[in-house]
């Protein structure tokens, strides 16, 4: 079958003839995959910018790890699956020998694999995961859409690390994919929310197209007008969703005292921020990065109750074979959600 693989570091990825997944053993299943996402994460491991040296311990490896599709085959003791079942794949896995994990404390592993990172991903025909790891899904939805959990799986963890709450001022830095699912999760909670973004049309279009109408495009007009936008003076929430490292002082700089920012955007070198301007106006900076099984729940649910609000977020579906054109277009911000379709 054919795979897109990363086998070196440096610029590009390969779409090789690879063997098929082994057999599942207990425990675990092969998905064949129906859609898979193009991720921000991705598109840096295609461009080897910076971050994802831990990579190189697995290559060749298939990436992709934003995918969903339908149960081929299990394995021994899988009881709550069966053939032919849509599922959404949660891409980490957990080691299940440490002290969290034999405890049942999962999402405190210390050495988790994420599929489409250090073992093999979704942007093939099928692929090999635990049973553990899938969550079924009604059999009438939209695969594509499915396969946005894991990016609204991170803006969730966001929202919740962030105390969003109804009436809360939050301005979201970055209009991709995890920038959109945080502004409609944090509109969910009744937050009035603006979305900024440079040079980005598109996914700026693509935000107005879910319901958010307070967009600021940062080549146009500069990061102080989203004030404006929201009719205050400094904002209660920062979402930084960009890793653009120059967007966290920014960011900070529109916070009002006690305010909270998150950052959720992966940085490929180290951050400055002023400190003692931070100490002086309380501010907290947290960070989140995957979401717990929990989140993950809650996130099948809402894609599962609101999957007709989401479908302006995925703007192309691709065959395999265009997976190099398909990533060109994700750095150069061409549309919102690339799906690539095994």
């Given at each position: 079958?054919?795979?897109?693989?990363?086998?070196?570091?440096?610029?590009?990825?390969?779409?090789?003839?690879?063997?098929?997944?082994?057999?599942?053993?207990?425990?675990?299943?092969?998905?064949?995959?129906?859609?898979?996402?193009?991720?921000?994460?991705?598109?840096?491991?295609?461009?080897?910018?910076?971050?994802?040296?831990?990579?190189?311990?697995?290559?060749?490896?298939?990436?992709?790890?934003?995918?969903?599709?339908?149960?081929?085959?299990?394995?021994?003791?899988?009881?709550?699956?069966?053939?032919?079942?849509?599922?959404?794949?949660?891409?980490?896995?957990?080691?299940?020998?440490?002290?969290?994990?034999?405890?049942?404390?999962?999402?405190?592993?210390?050495?988790?694999?994420?599929?489409?990172?250090?073992?093999?991903?979704?942007?093939?025909?099928?692929?090999?995961?635990?049973?553990i790891n899938c969550l079924a899904l009604p059999?009438?939805?939209?695969?594509?859409?499915?396969?946005?959990?894991?990016?609204?799986?991170?803006?969730?963890?966001?929202?919740?690390?962030?105390?969003?709450?109804?009436?809360?001022?939050?301005?979201?830095?970055?209009?991709?994919?995890?920038?959109?699912?945080?502004?409609?999760?944090?509109?969910?909670?009744?937050?009035?929310?603006?979305?900024?973004?440079?040079?980005?049309?598109?996914?700026?279009?693509?935000?107005?197209?879910?319901?958010?109408?307070?967009?600021?495009?940062?080549?146009?007009?500069?990061?102080?007008?989203?004030?404006?936008?929201?009719?205050?003076?400094?904002?209660?929430?920062?979402?930084?969703?960009?890793?653009?490292?120059?967007?966290?002082?920014?960011?900070?700089?529109?916070?009002?005292?006690?305010?909270?920012?998150?950052?959720?955007?992966?940085?490929?070198?180290?951050?400055?921020?002023?400190?003692?301007?931070?100490?002086?106006?309380?501010?907290?900076?947290?960070?989140?990065?995957?979401?717990?099984?929990?989140?993950?729940?809650?996130?099948?649910?809402?894609?599962?109750?609101?999957?007709?609000?989401?479908?302006?977020?995925?703007?192309?579906?691709?065959?395999?074979?265009?997976?190099?054109?398909?990533?060109?277009?994700?750095?150069?911000?061409?549309?919102?959600?690339?799906?690539?379709?095994?």
């Amino acid at each position: 079958m054919q795979a897109l693989q990363k086998t070196a570091a440096a610029f590009g990825l390969e779409l090789r003839d690879v063997a098929p997944p082994l057999a599942p053993a207990a425990g675990e299943v092969i998905v064949d995959v129906v859609a898979a996402g193009i991720c921000g994460s991705d598109v840096h491991i295609y461009d080897w910018s910076g971050g994802y040296d831990f990579l190189k311990q697995a290559f060749p490896v298939t990436i992709g790890h934003e995918f969903a599709g339908r149960i081929a085959s299990m394995g021994d003791g899988v009881a709550d699956l069966q053939a032919g079942q849509p599922v959404v794949v949660i891409p980490s896995v957990e080691c299940g020998v440490c002290s969290f994990c034999t405890a049942g404390r999962l999402d405190e592993c210390r050495d988790r694999r994420g599929i489409g990172m250090l073992r093999d991903g979704g942007f093939a025909r099928s692929v090999r995961v635990p049973a553990i790891n899938c969550l079924a899904l009604p059999g009438d939805l939209d695969l594509g859409i499915a396969a946005l959990c894991e990016p609204l799986s991170i803006g969730l963890s966001a929202v919740k690390a962030a105390e969003v709450k109804y009436g809360d001022k939050v301005l979201v830095m970055g209009p991709g994919t995890i920038g959109q699912g945080i502004a409609l999760l944090a509109k969910a909670r009744g937050a009035d929310v603006v979305v900024a973004g440079y040079d980005d049309k598109g996914r700026l279009d693509g935000v107005r197209a879910l319901g958010i109408d307070k967009t600021l495009d940062l080549k146009e007009r500069p990061l102080s007008d989203a004030k404006q936008l929201s009719g205050v003076d400094e904002f209660d929430i920062v979402i930084e969703a960009t890793g653009v490292p120059s967007t966290v002082q920014a960011g900070l700089d529109l916070l009002r005292p006690s305010g909270v920012m998150v950052i959720c955007g992966i940085h490929g070198a180290p951050v400055s921020f002023d400190a003692a301007k931070l100490v002086r106006n309380r501010h907290q900076i947290r960070g989140t990065y995957r979401a717990s099984r929990v989140t993950w729940t809650e996130v099948r649910d809402f894609v599962v109750e609101h999957h007709a609000a989401l479908v302006p977020m995925v703007t192309h579906r691709l065959p395999l074979a265009d997976a190099l054109e398909g990533f060109e277009m994700a750095r150069h911000k061409i549309g919102s959600k690339i799906l690539l379709m095994p």
